[in-house]
Protein backbone atom coordinates (compact mmCIF):
# COMPACT_ATOMS: atom_id res chain seq x y z
CA UNK A 1 0.00 0.00 0.00
CA UNK A 2 1.59 3.35 -1.35
CA UNK A 3 0.64 6.09 1.43
CA UNK A 4 1.45 10.00 0.51
CA UNK A 5 1.00 12.97 2.54
CA UNK A 6 -1.61 15.06 0.96
CA UNK A 7 -2.38 18.96 1.66
CA UNK A 8 -5.90 20.21 1.70
CA UNK A 9 -6.33 24.54 1.61
CA UNK A 10 -8.80 25.57 4.55
CA UNK A 11 -11.36 28.50 4.58
CA UNK A 12 -13.03 30.28 7.54
CA UNK A 13 -15.94 28.83 9.14
CA UNK A 14 -17.18 24.91 7.12
CA UNK A 15 -14.75 22.82 4.88
CA UNK A 16 -16.42 19.69 2.99
CA UNK A 17 -13.20 18.08 1.69
CA UNK A 18 -12.57 14.87 -0.39
CA UNK A 19 -10.21 12.53 1.43
CA UNK A 20 -9.59 8.79 0.40
CA UNK A 21 -11.42 6.41 2.69
CA UNK A 22 -8.95 6.10 6.16
CA UNK A 23 -6.97 9.77 5.72
CA UNK A 24 -5.82 10.00 9.00
CA UNK A 25 -5.04 13.80 9.54
CA UNK A 26 -1.60 15.15 10.78
CA UNK A 27 -1.60 18.64 11.25
CA UNK A 28 -2.80 22.06 10.74
CA UNK A 29 -1.16 25.24 9.63
CA UNK A 30 -0.73 27.70 7.28
CA UNK A 31 2.11 27.70 3.99
CA UNK A 32 2.79 31.55 3.03
CA UNK A 33 -0.97 33.00 5.03
CA UNK A 34 -2.80 30.09 3.25
CA UNK A 35 -4.88 28.00 6.10
CA UNK A 36 -3.76 24.46 5.52
CA UNK A 37 -4.00 20.76 7.03
CA UNK A 38 -1.99 17.62 6.00
CA UNK A 39 -3.19 14.30 6.20
CA UNK A 40 -1.52 10.65 5.47
CA UNK A 41 -3.52 9.38 2.81
CA UNK A 42 -4.03 6.24 0.26
CA UNK A 43 -4.64 7.57 -2.98
CA UNK A 44 -5.91 4.64 -4.18
CA UNK A 45 -8.91 4.06 -1.68
CA UNK A 46 -12.42 5.65 -2.67
CA UNK A 47 -13.02 9.16 -2.13
CA UNK A 48 -14.83 10.29 1.35
CA UNK A 49 -15.84 13.35 2.48
CA UNK A 50 -15.16 15.03 6.08
CA UNK A 51 -16.24 18.56 7.50
CA UNK A 52 -13.63 20.57 9.44
CA UNK A 53 -14.53 23.89 10.99
CA UNK A 54 -12.20 26.68 11.74
CA UNK A 55 -13.27 29.56 14.13
CA UNK A 56 -11.39 32.43 15.26
CA UNK A 57 -10.66 33.27 18.78
CA UNK A 58 -13.49 34.81 20.84
CA UNK A 59 -15.90 33.33 18.13
CA UNK A 60 -19.03 31.16 19.33
CA UNK A 61 -18.63 27.09 19.16
CA UNK A 62 -21.53 25.49 19.32
CA UNK A 63 -21.88 21.50 20.01
CA UNK A 64 -21.26 19.52 23.26
CA UNK A 65 -17.97 20.66 24.58
CA UNK A 66 -16.35 17.55 25.26
CA UNK A 67 -17.23 16.30 21.80
CA UNK A 68 -15.58 19.72 20.34
CA UNK A 69 -12.78 19.18 22.29
CA UNK A 70 -11.75 16.00 21.28
CA UNK A 71 -12.30 16.43 17.42
CA UNK A 72 -9.48 19.92 17.82
CA UNK A 73 -7.15 19.43 15.76
CA UNK A 74 -4.62 22.20 16.75
CA UNK A 75 -4.62 26.40 16.68
CA UNK A 76 -2.68 28.02 13.69
CA UNK A 77 -1.55 31.95 13.50
CA UNK A 78 -2.15 33.08 10.50
CA UNK A 79 -0.38 37.09 10.17
CA UNK A 80 -2.75 39.06 12.80
CA UNK A 81 -5.55 36.43 13.06
CA UNK A 82 -5.27 33.42 15.43
CA UNK A 83 -7.50 30.19 14.04
CA UNK A 84 -8.63 26.81 15.60
CA UNK A 85 -9.63 23.74 13.78
CA UNK A 86 -12.07 21.07 14.35
CA UNK A 87 -12.65 18.01 12.74
CA UNK A 88 -16.90 17.76 13.09
CA UNK A 89 -17.59 15.10 10.62
CA UNK A 90 -18.79 13.01 13.13
CA UNK A 91 -21.14 15.83 15.29
CA UNK A 92 -22.20 16.60 11.55
CA UNK A 93 -23.15 12.54 10.54
CA UNK A 94 -25.08 12.40 14.26
CA UNK A 95 -26.97 15.34 13.21
CA UNK A 96 -27.75 13.85 9.80
CA UNK A 97 -29.17 10.16 10.96
CA UNK A 98 -31.47 12.04 13.80
Not at 16 to 34: D, E, H, K, R, W
Not at 52 to 66: A, C, L, M, Y
Request: proline letters at 4%; a negative charge; one cysteine or more.
Amino acid sequence: MKMKVFKYPLEVRSNVLTVPFGAQILSVGQQNGQLCLWALVNPDERDVQIEITVVGTGWDVTGDPVQRVESFLGTVQVGAFVWHVFDTTLEKRAHESV
